[in-house]
């Protein structure tokens, strides 16, 4: 299970936004302004990561 | 009411635990003991210098209702702090149960030191009503699922625990808290002595309810305060008046149960600083905060001077235009009976296309007929397999906003449906969005009342 992670600023909000392997989308916020976009990506790259976990938890126990 | 007491110091579980001179030694025996004495409820007077390691997974279960506290031996017996179980280098379950009343007062209880995932589980038993005080819970294992638990799993039990002054504390960044049932929190601290979680409240089932008010949770920094929720069964999680990390994630993304069966989370008044009135509201189909970032100038103020806005993100999943996002409601109490048609003030920054009334619009209810109080409702979304139209537009622009795109934007007006009150009561408006992955900022202040 491979999750891809985007982010985009609306004012004071991150929102990320994740893709998974099938081009399914989910999505996250959290205030994030004073953070530099490579902080945002790290913490999107590193959230990811448990996205993809629980994705494959889920599709585990069936409820994908 | 008779008082037992117990102390690792210089009891012994063959003496009668009626004095000091002749105190139970383990917590489980005093506690089981005590509890099922006749003539409840009774007292159990916890050494504050009590120290006791499990010898393995241990359930305590209450007979009846008991009133655990520790006190100073020495000092009169004074409620104090110190009292600790469970603090082997071995992990074990540490697990309170009992179909019955029970409080505690001082102690701190702990699952061990070792890497096993275990947990220390309060009111594990369906009946089972816990309330702690002064208390450090401490999930001190290691183990990847180490966790402190609240309430009994299953759809037909029920459980109540309420914190007041207590300390929650995990031994690592995996460790988390499981809520199942109804569980209350006044004046709880995540402690910063311990590892800052991941995700602190990562799993919960079968109703569980969580009111914090109070509480200071900014030890997670920004890490996520309640993560995606899996399990079946609504799960309600209220913050009050709380101090939250910097850039706290709220709710973590949905992926596994993209609908609205699982899980929603309020805030009040939260901050990692001092920007009061900050608002929030999240589930698996959208977001709505506060900003006082982007709003209206003659718009809504919090404090009869500073404005605030609403911005509503809409998650990247699953929202449509017939299982939509759906914010909290608005209210204005409106005393007149004459036709209004009251309304939200929206943008939407970045573009200069307006939304349409199947991707955002508003509704609002009010009394709208006499002799009941049942309320009434309009609203401007598109008809059911009607044509979608673009929402009507603002006469405010960009110099009425604050905050928004420097020049690409488009204002709105949602709502605004003829309607005639038939008596006296609330106006109440909310946003409705049916579109993935969009933004609306709206004045939360209900126009077109006059």
Request: hydrophobic letters at 35%.
């Amino acid at each position: 299970m491979s999750v891809t992670a985007t982010f985009r600023r609306e004012s004071e909000l991150v929102v990320i936004v994740f893709e998974d392997h099938l081009g399914r989308q989910y999505s996250e916020t959290f205030m994030g302004a004073s953070l530099t976009d490579a902080q945002i990506q790290a913490r999107a790259d590193a959230r990811a990561l448990e996205v993809a976990e629980s994705l494959a938890q889920a599709e585990f126990e069936g409820l994908l | 009411m008779t008082i037992y007491y117990l102390s690792s110091v210089d009891g012994s579980n063959a003496s009668d635990g009626l004095s000091w001179a002749n105190a139970f030694l383990t917590f489980k025996y005093a506690v089981e003991t005590a509890s099922a004495a006749a003539s409840g409820p009774h007292t159990l007077y916890v050494d504050s210098a009590h120290s006791e390691d499990l010898s393995g997974a241990t359930t305590v279960t209450a007979a009846g209702d008991i009133r655990i506290v520790c006190v100073n031996r020495s000092g009169g017996d004074a409620p104090t702090t110190g009292a600790v179980v469970g603090k082997q280098s071995t992990s074990y379950n540490l697990i309170l149960a009992g179909a019955c009343e029970v409080y505690i007062y001082g102690m701190t209880l702990q699952n061990g030191t070792g890497s096993s995932s275990v947990l220390v589980h309060i009111a594990n038993q369906d009946g089972s009503h816990y309330e702690l005080e002064n208390c450090t819970l401490f999930s001190s294992s290691t183990g990847s699922a180490a966790a402190i638990t609240f309430g009994i799993a299953g759809s037909t039990a029920g459980s109540f625990v309420k914190l007041r002054d207590c300390t929650l504390r995990v031994g690592a960044t995996s460790g988390s808290l499981t809520i199942y049932n109804i569980t209350h929190m006044v004046n709880c601290t995540l402690s910063a002595s311990g590892s800052s979680p991941t995700t602190l409240i990562k799993s919960g089932s079968t109703g569980a309810n969580l009111r914090a008010e109070g509480c200071d949770f900014s030890h997670l920094g920004g890490n996520t305060l309640v993560g995606e929720m899996t399990a079946s069964g609504m799960m309600r999680f209220v913050f009050v008046n709380c101090k939250l990390g910097a850039s706290t994630v709220m709710l973590a993304a949905p992926t596994s149960v993209l609908n609205l069966s699982t899980v929603e989370v309020v805030a009040y008044n939260y901050d990692e600083g001092d920007e009061h009135f900050r608002f929030y509201h999240g589930d698996s189909f959208g977001e709505t905060y506060s900003t006082g970032t982007v709003y209206l100038s003659d718009g809504a103020a919090y404090d009869g001077t500073n404005k605030v806005g609403w911005q509503i993100v809409s998650r990247a999943s699953n929202c449509s235009f017939y299982t939509p996002y759906v914010s909290p409601w608005i209210d204005v109490f409106h005393s007149g009976t004459a036709q209004i048609a009251p309304y939200f003030e929206a943008l939407r920054s970045g573009s200069t296309t307006k939304y349409q009334n199947d991707e955002v619009w508003a509704e609002f209810s009010y009394q709208g007929t006499s002799g009941v109080t049942k309320a009434s409702f309009v609203w401007d979304r598109m008809a059911v397999l009607g044509t979608a139209a673009d929402q009507t537009a603002s006469s405010l622009g960009a110099s009425d906003w604050t905050g928004e795109d420097a020049s690409n934007n488009a204002y709105m007006q949602l709502g605004e449906q003829n309607l005639t009150p038939a008596e006296i009561g609330h106006i109440r408006g909310r946003v409705v969005v049916g579109e993935p992955n969009i933004t609306v900022y709206i004045d939360p202040k209900i126009r077109g009342l006059s």
